[in-house]
């Protein structure tokens, strides 16, 4: 393929003969090949960090390279012991680090990988997805609105199609495309009208083009600096720990420089105060928090897809636990999107479609036929080779009953061919195909949201002809039918002439003569109701938004318990429209129904209950949802329906489009952020412990209680694995029944502070107390302080697992890896304890029976004081106010 072809210039056949393709698409079998010579449809990124550099990172750490210093000082100073043993300790650390590290950026690449874009493109002559990585010049590629062009087309076919080319050209106007080829080569990009570029977006319309570059050989590919790939952003959490944590380096320098200068008065040697105001500060400074945090998201995002919802920006996973509001779609994530046909008004009778399915096409009566026509004519389903149907299950169930009732839809087609159209859109809610008709004249079918089709209609259908007379039963009819739950859809038709030279919706979409009125039926998901629940008892409220009826809303959202009494209003997109911003902030809090509502209107709502201070997860799937979403403190797409702008705009995606799975991800959410906190209460607590055992030590008049090596030791074993199990704690029985946490929360809210200081200075005194006695008593009473210090982290992490519960009652076992990395730990203390290699190194001694004791004694104190003090906690605070579950509706009736 020449690259430097003017493709806007060739016509559409030439395009296709140069590429040697044509409109049925490549073969697989030329797909594959032609991947092969042209590489993978994809821009190169910035360069990704090797697992080398990763590794070399763990060292950059400033304490690290001091205690490295100190540890090569202590090698020269004649201490070669000393000095491998801190390096054997400092790589250690980094090996783990880096594993940690490894781990969370394979699970965010496999996220990524997961979110990959996808094209439909013809191949074999069959309309299939494919990667967009694996896209092909000569590819076919079908393109409809709120996707992302995934490569360079020169268009094929086009259906009032519109494209956003911001990306590309900054022009943010949309631009309507066509076929026809153009004669200027020199053409700026933005006046290439019949070319699709890599990155731009479908606004409007359908249509396909074929693919003349890909990769790095599309426009797009050429600006090098849109490649870049965005920065990482810092979740709040670290945020907010990185302003805590520069305070908290600064205060432990000061306690390490006092504990040194203390050290010197009392006249210990130099080198060992030095080594041990370093250790200290290593040990003490949470300088790998932060990694933590990423590591556990990332971790929990993984899990995340498990349960159906994949996570685009990773802060995501840490806010979803402070949603208050979640404000949800109705089709397809609060039901089935499992439309059929249940009841049709034609002739001026309801009747079943039951009674209707399968009659003989001469059995049906004109007006019936005449609706099933349009059911099948103003139709975009494509049944593909395996005669499975594709489309929007609203039409897939109108072209069901067509098909049963004798209305095929393919020999309609060559009956009645389709010579232009006025896609669907949500803001319309209509739909309009034009066909050649009988005796030469054409036929325009209109069908769309029952009151926008009846406001357009001047006559109806009757056996005897069109009659300018309207029934005044219509609209209890389509009122009835809607109170049941049905989305209603009216037929219209006009006879043209010729094919209107105006095609506006203005133009066309009305002077209708209505055919009849469609009922179809979505039933609830099974699990919406549950789901629903759960958000009231975790004091989140759930909210219905949808473009269907008021009525028809209404009666879903009391199936799955989104309404439960009168207060809970409805609002239309009418009337919100109407309202000023500030008097629908009045309101915004007591509505739980919005129906008719444009997807542009979502992000008034958004706006207002922000404003009111809520925390608000949107869902949405079209183009028009992406700024809501956006706006939105979680944004969700939906993973089957949703389309590339709304992922793209998105947070986290649906891989089910359920709403079940967005309140299990709330609660994953929550899960997660706890586990955060729990992991650095416990290590900043334990930390306290040691830093106040060293600096109190002079004031009990005792010698310091650690060496250095055993601060380390002591902060490489029990922080990294057990810290780690922590953070995979399963979710407190009460994690859905307590209210959501403010965003702005601090991580020091609900005396987290204060915990840390009181506990750390309880393990602190303690072990002083402690040291006092064994030295007065003769015992080995150095190596007892450090392996007490490191059984009694291990009792604390086991009392932290729950804020509130009680170990005995939350189960011991429950947590099998955290008891797993207990063991470990405790086994590897014994081995410094016991093993005379490890005596050596560590300057310990073994201990006998009773001092053994003594040290395990003193380690279950830090448990029971924290265990008494969730007693305190659990009488002081009463449960959150759980409502009662409402009463449970039979989902479908
Ligand atoms: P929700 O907002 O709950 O997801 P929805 O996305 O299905 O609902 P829209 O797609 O905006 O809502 O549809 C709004 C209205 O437009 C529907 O209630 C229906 O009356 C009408 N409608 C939906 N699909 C079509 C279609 N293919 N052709 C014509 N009219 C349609």
Redesign the pocket.
């Known amino acids: 393929m020449p690259a430097s072809t003017q493709w806007h210039c060739l016509s559409s056949e030439e395009t296709l003969r140069e590429l040697k393709t044509s409109q049925k698409g490549l073969t697989s079998d030329e797909a594959r090949k032609r991947l092969a010579v042209y590489g993978r449809n994809e821009l190169e990124e910035k360069k990704k960090r090797t697992p080398l550099m990763m590794a070399l990172d763990q060292f950059k750490d400033f304490l690290v390279i001091v205690l490295i210093i100190a540890a090569v000082i202590a090698g020269v100073v004649g201490k070669p012991t000393a000095s491998l043993a801190i390096l054997a300790i400092v790589i250690l650390n980094a090996i783990i680090g880096f594993i940690q590290e490894y781990r969370a950026e394979e699970a965010m690449a496999a996220l990524k990988r997961m979110a990959a874009p996808l094209a439909t493109v013809v191949r074999d002559n069959v309309p299939v997805q494919v990667k967009a990585a694996e896209l092909v010049p000569g590819d076919l590629v079908l393109l409809e609105a709120g996707q992302v062009v995934p490569a360079d087309l020169r268009l094929v076919e086009t259906a009032n199609i519109q494209m956003d080319e911001a990306a590309l050209t900054g022009e943010s106007v949309p631009v309507e495309k066509h076929t026809k080829k153009l004669h200027d080569a020199h053409l700026p990009l933005g006046d290439r009208k019949n070319m699709a570029y890599l990155g731009t977006v479908v606004t409007y319309g359908r249509g396909s083009g074929v693919v003349v570059s890909t990769g790095m050989d599309t426009e797009m590919g050429t600006i090098a600096t849109l490649l870049q790939e965005e920065e990482a952003a810092k979740t709040p959490l670290q945020q907010r720990f990185a302003v805590f944590g520069k305070r908290l380096a600064a205060a432990i320098f000061v306690i390490c420089a006092i504990i040194f200068i203390a050290g010197l008065m009392r006249g210990e040697p130099v080198f060992l105060m030095l080594l041990t105001a370093i250790s200290l500060a290593v040990a003490a400074i949470p300088e790998a928090l932060p990694a933590v945090i990423t590591i556990t998201l990332a971790i929990g995002a993984k899990k995340l897809v498990k349960q159906n919802a994949l996570i685009r920006r990773l802060p995501a996973v840490e806010t979803l636990g402070s949603v208050t509001y979640i404000c949800?779609?109705?089709?397809?994530?609060?039901?089935l999107?499992k439309m059929t046909v249940e009841e049709v008004y034609v002739d001026g009778r309801l009747a079943a479609a039951e009674e209707l399915r399968g009659a003989p096409s001469s059995a049906v009566g004109v007006s019936f036929a005449t609706l099933l026509t349009a059911m099948s004519l103003?139709?975009?389903v494509k049944a593909d080779a395996g005669g499975s149907v594709i489309g929007?299950p609203?039409?897939v169930a109108?072209f069901t009953l067509a098909e049963e009732s004798g209305f095929a839809k393919a020999e309609m087609e060559k009956k009645y061919p389709r010579l232009a159209e006025l896609p669907?859109?949500?803001?319309r809610?209509?739909?309009t195909t034009f066909h050649a008709w009988n005796d030469g004249k054409v036929v325009s079918f209109t069908?769309?949201?029952?009151e926008?089709v009846l406001e357009q209609t001047e006559r109806i259908l009757t056996p005897q002809g069109e009659t300018p007379s309207i029934p005044s039963e219509l609209l209890c009819v389509s009122e009835q039918m809607a109170a049941d739950g049905l989305?209603?859809?009216?037929f219209g038709m006009r006879i043209w002439d010729s094919l209107p030279d105006d095609l506006s919706p203005a133009g066309v979409e009305t002077g209708l003569t209505l055919i009849g009125l469609v009922g179809l039926m979505d039933p609830p998901r099974q699990e919406a109701q549950e789901a629903v629940a759960i958000c009231r008892s975790a004091g989140i409220t759930p909210v219905?938004?949808?473009?269907?009826?008021p009525a028809?809303?209404l009666t879903i959202a009391k199936r799955v318990g989104i309404v439960t009494d009168g207060a809970e209003t409805v609002m239309t997109g009418r009337d919100l429209e109407k309202l000023p911003q500030e008097a629908f902030e009045e309101r915004v809090e007591h509505i739980r129904v919005y129906a008719?509502?444009?997807?542009e209107q979502k992000l008034k709502i958004v706006r207002a209950l922000q404003d009111r201070g809520q925390f608000v997860a949107m869902?949405g799937?079209?183009v028009n949802d992406a700024p809501a979403l956006k706006r939105a403190n979680i944004g969700v797409a939906m993973g089957i329906t949703g389309t590339d702008v709304s992922k793209e705009a998105s947070s986290m995606i649906l891989l089910d489009d359920n709403f079940a799975t967005i309140v299990k991800a709330v609660k994953e959410g929550r899960r997660i952020y706890d586990n955060i906190l729990k992991f650095m209460k416990y290590s900043l607590t334990c930390n306290a412990g040691t830093v106040w055992a060293v600096f109190l030590a002079p004031f009990f008049g005792l010698p310091l209680p650690l060496l250095p090596l055993q601060i380390l030791w002591m902060n490489l074993l029990c922080d990294s694995l057990p810290g780690l199990a922590l953070t995979g704690e399963p979710a407190e029985s009460n994690v859905m029944r307590r209210p959501p946490r403010r965003p702005d929360e601090g991580v020091f809210a609900q005396n987290r502070g204060l915990f840390i200081i009181l506990f750390g200075l309880v393990i602190g005194v303690s072990v002083l107390l402690f040291q006092a006695y064994s030295m007065s008593a003769g015992l080995a009473w150095q190596t007892m302080v450090f392996t007490a210090l490191v059984l009694g982290r291990m009792a604390a992490i086991l009392a932290m697992r729950s804020e509130n519960e009680s170990l005995f009652t939350m189960g011991a076992f429950s947590n099998r890896s955290l008891l797993g990395a207990i063991l470990l730990v405790v086994l590897l203390q014994m081995a410094v304890v016991y093993l005379p290699f490890l005596n050596g190194i560590f300057d310990t001694t073994p201990l006998t029976f009773h001092e053994l004791a003594l040290t395990l004694a003193l380690s279950v104190v830090v448990f029971f004081a924290i265990e008494v003090e969730k007693v305190f906690k659990r009488r002081a605070r009463p449960s959150f106010p759980v409502p009662d579950r409402p009463q449970s509706v039979p989902l479908n009736k």
């Open positions: 949800s779609d109705k089709t397809g994530t609060l039901t999107n103003s139709n975009d929007d609203t039409e109108l669907f859109d949500s803001d809610k209509l739909m069908k769309g949201a029952v926008v989305r209603v859809l009216g219905m938004i949808t473009g269907d009826h028809t809303a008719r509502v444009a997807p869902t799937d079209g």
